[in-house]
């Protein structure tokens, strides 16, 4: 094998690691792909593999990133005649402000948008410089905080926004798109700087052992279980593409026929035709039909991450249906329909239903408990229109499930649905109850936006 083809097959696998999904054939497309560009122009390189193995917005980053990587701009240290920097200081002996001074310029030229080599020259110099650290007794390691702390690109921001707005007026839009610019900027050096800290990081260990660390997995395959605030941000924009696809399937799953009920009238005035033979029947056009769903969301600790993003997609479905009712539970039930209202804040819903709703008595899951509450006072909310979706990881803390209660409730419903965020080997452990209610209300695991994609996919 050459060592090309080496790489290329090891990209690849790197790839699929980091949660890309790469087939044989795209594989194949790609090694076709380098055959037809020039291999000395990285970019090109680079869009030749992004146009064959990327099929979504999602898994850039990723991509991006193991690229840098496996096909670095550069190996080794800065060159001796680039630490010049081009026109600007000596980069191995300037003093600190001079290399602010340099910074500053560089980024008001926006030269990091722009692949201005002489941005490439200064990150590889400044992180040559300030990013080796000693990290154990004998052991040196490569640091982006260290170069970062140096050089403080955030305080360069006041200076160089009074340069660009020189003449002009203060606080209007030429201010905020200068203020804009200046931000990508400097978010682009740190990316920057992080990048060629990975590179040689590489070089020492072993892309493989930098890779793992390295890449985040793509959007649609971050665990609902372990989600931070960064990565609720990002769901949002998956979100609502699947509200409409689930309200979409459940629509589908509600018609009897392709047609609507006998148009009796012109049925009769067809049959004059015939000598009162209604040899043809004509049939009502089917009304468009959005149906109503409840959502009956478990949050308790265990899954509050799990929890947010549910109520973030109830959020968007109540956009998709003709009714939307949501109820949250730990070991008592309450409605939170009202936290959801058109025009709020999802964020600042969730924090107020965490203060106000009242879901919670001794604060550990009971979801015996929590569902003859819900019964008790919300039983007339299910109805034959109604879907019923439960959402929650069916773990009571060895309190008695009430499966007649589950049983009565999804028989009232048309149809009825349960995501659990816990993977399937772990159903049935412990406190979790996940197979006797799987056998009440079909249970499928749910553990990121893959799944819940797919989840609705069976659905039609």
């Known amino acids: 094998m050459t060592p090309l083809l080496d790489r290329h097959v090891r990209f690849l696998a790197a790839l699929r690691g980091a949660g890309v999904p790469v087939s044989p054939a795209e594989g194949l497309d790609a090694a076709r792909a380098l055959q037809v560009i020039e291999m000395t122009d990285r970019e090109a390189l680079r869009e030749a593999y992004a146009a064959t193995l990327v099929k979504r917005p999602a898994y850039r980053p990723a991509f991006d990133t193991l690229f840098d990587l496996w096909f670095p701009p550069v190996t080794g240290a800065p060159r ?46 400044m992180v040559e410089r300030f990013g080796r650290q000693q990290a154990a007794p004998g052991r040196q390691n490569w640091f982006s905080y260290s170069v970062l702390r140096a050089l403080s690109p955030g305080t360069l921001m006041a200076g160089m926004l009074a340069g660009l ?3 002009q007026e203060r606080g209007g839009l030429a201010e905020k798109l200068a203020r804009r610019r200046l931000s990508d900027g400097i978010a ?77 009238r012109r049925t009769v005035r067809a049959s004059l035709s015939t000598g009162g033979v209604p040899v043809v029947t004509h049939m009502r056009p089917r009304r468009p ?118 049983k009565e409730l999804a028989g009232a419903a048309r149809h009825a649905y349960w995501l659990n965020p816990e993977p399937r080997a772990q159903w049935d452990t412990g406190d979790s109850v996940a197979g006797a209610y799987g056998g009440v209300v079909p249970m499928h695991e749910c553990r990121n936006v893959a799944q819940l994609a797919a989840f609705i996919e069976e659905l039609a």
């Open 165 to 167: 707005m020189r003449g």
């Open 80 to 125: 001796p005649a680039a630490r010049t920097g081009g026109d600007g200081p000596d980069l191995e002996r300037a003093e600190v402000p001079e290399l602010r001074e340099r910074l500053a310029e560089l980024l008001a030229a926006d030269a990091g948008a722009t692949g201005d080599p002489a941005f490439g020259e200064f990150v590889r110099a």
């Open 289 to 406: 039909h959005k149906p109503e769903l409840v959502v009956l969301c478990d949050a308790s600790d265990s899954v509050s991450a799990f929890s947010h993003f549910t109520l973030l997609l109830t959020y968007a479905l109540r956009e998709q249906f003709a009714k939307v009712r949501a109820f949250a539970f730990v070991d008592t039930a309450d409605e939170i329909t009202r936290f959801f209202a058109p025009g709020a804040d999802v964020v600042e819903a969730i924090t107020r239903m965490t203060r106000e709703a009242d879901i919670t008595r001794f604060g550990r899951s009971d979801y015996g408990r929590a569902l003859e509450r819900f019964a008790e006072r919300y039983a007339d909310a299910i109805t034959p229109k109604t879907s019923l979706l439960i959402l929650g990881d069916a773990r009571s803390n060895y309190q008695s499930p009430a499966l007649p209660v589950l």
């Open 188 to 264: 682009g050096f740190e990316e920057a700087v992080a990048a060629d800290v990975r590179r040689r990081i590489a070089e020492e260990s072993g892309i493989d052992r930098i890779a793992r660390s390295a890449v985040r997995p793509p959007v649609d395959q971050i665990d609902f279980l372990r989600i931070t605030k960064a990565d609720l941000a990002r769901l949002r924009r998956e979100v609502h593409p699947l509200a409409r696809r689930l309200a979409t399937r459940l629509t589908i799953k509600h018609r009897h026929g392709d047609r609507g009920r006998l148009d009796f």
